[in-house]
């Protein structure tokens, strides 16, 4: 899927409706534990609880600064970066 004229933000909600991005509700995951800080949020490793897949699950939490668009634009980039790379899910914690 291309930005086109999506704001990131769009982007990634369009990403995570369409199935390009799966999203997992708080019950789908498994043994969290803290793998450190990131720049927006806390980073764990956890299980899928549906297939024992081990995870890197990143959290966003909107915001947490006052430049929402700049925050989900970093974000989508180190998403789209480390999914290239290795399986990552993020999950979007609203406030």
């Known amino acids: 899927m291309s930005l086109g004229q999506l704001s990131k ?3 990634l909600d369009k990403s995570i ?5 799966r999203s997992y509700s708080e019950s789908d995951i498994l043994d969290r534990k803290i793998l450190g800080r990131g720049g927006y949020g806390l980073v764990y490793k956890a299980t899928l609880k549906h297939t024992g897949i081990a995870i890197a699950m990143k959290t966003l939490i909107p915001g947490n600064n006052e430049n929402d668009e700049e925050t989900y ?5 180190e998403v789209v970066i480390n999914y290239l790379r290795l399986f990552v899910v993020v999950i979007l914690v609203t406030c």
Request: net charge negative; aromatic share 24%.
């Open 9 to 11: 933000k769009d982007w």
């Open 17 to 21: 409706e369409e199935g390009f991005i």
């Open 73 to 77: 634009s970093e974000f989508v980039d």
